[in-house]
């Protein structure tokens, strides 16, 4: 839940909650108020009646107010006599309904009778009032709490604005893009703090990337030169004439064993660049026609491993992408399909509108099949493979936003490249 | 040929004068961008080893001052960056050709001798070494003047042991000049193998001498001792 919409509900509630029982409370308050009132005039009308009940010595008076009436009886006629305030209700004939009426019984003497005096008012129109009152009061309050709650919500939504910016362009950030990070201004203290924090932590975080990987690939560079000069050196030794056998095959062993560091820092080197995207300019890419001169490389190997080799371009398919990526790509799987084929097997390559597939025959591999494409999962023991191959495939792939699996059927391993999601 | 090696590493520089002059070449070496153009300013030279990140220059800067002297001179970069641009305006500026270090001198050589082809007979050169004669621009391979029909693999393969006859030649020196720098080895040697296996059977159908032997453990050499 947003933040905004969990503070606007509490708020709403807790409003909610007050003003229902503060206008119960309200109503009750008002009545009893109005009562007292009413109570009061009674009473003056009490001392009124006793003293024209001894001036005038009428028995009964009844004043030409329809809300007013006043009976006086005399007290041994009552059964019950009750005494005090009341509330009771009427049946008014001209009105033809109930309405509610105030009572004031109370006993005076008169010439030595006891009177038994009741005084009756209505309450319809102050009921009336209070209804209003209380009516208009409500109205008053939802009138409140919107206003409140709409400028509330607007003030905190423009505040919040620059915050919920800031955590798009967080998610949208990437380290290799090299775009400038900024940030909208706040007036709100904390968001313009945590946009300062967020500029200089990525500040910082963009420098010590940059350092680092500018290290990396100064300590691969710098790797190369001495290499270069171990390589050169048992190159020569190994023209040398009068090396025996064993120390032939040591220098042999050492020269090729510096040529895999080598050749691992080099294409480690291309695996961080490719990571990096330092291979921005693309160019529209005919997978087929570099598949065709990748099997025309590799037509002795498939000549000799009799493989028997399938195509299916039906689909005239284009890819954008960096033209040496591309051809490394497909001629790593290519590769791969041949090298790992059986004698006499099958190549099989299907390109679609989608995808492109290339399948090999061969047995089940014991290694998950997920984790093919890791680095250095090999599952020969073979020590001249670096392991890497896949690696970079599926690099290549993840840097274009294409899905590459691995799957095995009917004898067959399928490597396939979906880059539906990308057109 | 006349080669002049500019590299600031100087016992890289040494191995490569060293292989080079057993070949026959004739080889100066200078160690920054300075000295080699004052050289260039005297000497003329068939071709020139270039290191792209010298001391007190670019590399790519010598290029374009022997390109300026419209000198005929092939020339190589050799660099430790791998770079795709570098490598784009090295040979936009007419540089032959760009190995990266580490190289196998084999390579090198091989280069050489294209570019001595290039320079000295337009490119149109046969190799004809006793039964065997190579037609570079053709494609064709002929023993005992008949023709030996050959993969465009077999063919590089065949040409790369004739530029380093006599000289051992390791699997990976040969395996990275057929597929190039970013070939899983494991793939290239089973590939390398069956390669030369194929060649040097079909050499052998047509008479030929066996000249490709194999230095166990380390790799070939085309002998002709």
Not at chain 1, 227 to 237: F, P
Not at chain 2, 161 to 183: C, P, Q, R
């Amino acid at each position: 839940m947003k933040l905004l919409t969990k503070t606007s509900l509490n708020y709403l509630s807790v409003t909610l909650f007050v003003f229902m029982f503060g206008t119960i409370a309200f109503y009750f308050l008002l009545r009893h108020q109005v009562n007292q009132n009413i109570n009061t005039e009674m009473e003056k009308r009490k001392s009124n009646i006793v003293n024209q009940l001894l001036s005038v010595h009428t028995s009964v008076y009844t004043p030409s107010n329809q809300n007013e009436k006043v009976i006086i009886t005399p007290l041994n006629e009552v059964p019950a006599p009750q005494l005090n305030f009341n509330d009771t209700i009427f049946f008014v004939k001209n009105e033809s309904k109930y309405v509610p009426f105030r009572q004031l019984c109370f006993i005076t003497e008169f010439n030595n009778t006891k009177y038994y005096i009741q005084i009756f008012k209505s309450l319809e129109e102050t009921d009336n009032l209070i209804v209003r009152i209380f009516l208009i009061m409500t109205l008053l309050v939802f009138l409140i709490i919107t206003a409140l709650l709409i400028t509330v919500r607007h003030t905190s939504l423009r505040s919040w604005n620059v915050f919920y910016d800031t955590i798009k362009k967080i998610k949208n950030y990437d380290i290799n893009l090299h775009n400038e990070f900024s940030l909208k201004e706040s007036d709100v203290k904390e968001f313009d703090d945590l946009n300062k924090v967020l500029i200089a932590m990525t500040e910082r975080i963009k420098k010590d990337y940059s350092n680092m990987k500018e290290y990396t690939e100064n300590a691969s560079h710098e790797i190369q030169t001495p290499l270069s000069i171990i390589n050169m050196k048992m190159e020569l030794l190994l023209q040398s004439q009068n090396l025996d056998e064993k120390q032939l095959k040591a220098v042999a062993d050492a020269y090729e064993a510096s040529n895999r560091l080598s050749k691992l820092n080099k294409t480690l080197l291309l695996l961080a660049k490719i990571e990096n995207r330092q291979f921005p300019e693309s160019k529209s890419i005919n997978p087929q026609e570099i598949i065709n001169s990748q099997l025309e490389n590799l037509e002795d190997l498939i000549f000799d491993k009799k493989i028997n080799v399938i195509k299916h371009f039906d689909e005239i398919t284009t890819l954008t992408l960096n033209p040496f990526l591309a051809e490394i790509l497909f001629s790593n799987l290519v590769k791969n399909a041949i090298r790992h084929n059986t004698n006499g097997g099958d190549l099989i390559i299907k390109t679609s509108q989608n995808n492109i597939i290339i399948s090999n025959s061969g047995s089940e591999l014991k290694i998950d099949k997920a984790s093919i494409f890791e680095r250095f999962n090999k599952q020969s023991s073979n020590p001249e493979s670096t392991g890497l191959g896949l690696a970079i495939v599926q690099k290549i792939c993840e840097v274009y936003g294409y899905k590459v699996n691995y799957d095995f059927e009917n004898n067959l391993h399928h490597f396939v490249i979906d880059f539906s999601n990308f057109k | 040929m006349k080669i002049l090696i500019v590299e600031d590493e100087k016992s890289l520089t040494d191995s490569v004068v060293e292989y080079l002059s057993e070949e026959g070449h004739i080889c100066e070496a200078v160690y920054n961008f300075n000295d080699a153009i004052e050289k260039l300013e005297f000497y003329d030279y068939d071709c020139i080893v270039v290191d792209i990140n010298l001391p007190d220059g670019s590399g790519l800067d010598i290029i374009r001052h022997v390109k300026k002297a419209s000198k005929s001179s092939g020339i190589i970069i050799i660099s430790a960056r791998n770079s795709l641009e570098n490598r784009i305006e090295g040979i936009e500026i007419g540089a032959d050709n760009y190995l990266t270090k580490p190289f196998h001198l084999a390579e090198l050589n091989a280069h050489l001798k294209s570019i001595n082809r290039r320079i000295n007979f337009n490119g149109n050169e046969h190799i004809i070494y006793n039964e065997i004669k190579i037609l570079l621009s053709e494609h064709a391979v002929f023993v005992n003047d008949k023709e030996v029909k050959l993969t465009k693999k077999e063919f590089e393969l065949l040409v790369f042991f004739v530029s380093n006859k006599n000289k051992v030649i390791t699997k990976s020196g040969l395996a990275e000049h057929l597929w190039g720098d970013y070939m899983d080895m494991a793939d290239s040697f089973d590939f390398l193998y069956t390669h030369i296996k194929n060649l040097r059977g079909k050499l052998l159908k047509e008479g030929c001498t066996d000249y490709i032997k194999t230095v166990y453990g380390v790799g070939y050499k085309f002998d002709i001792s």
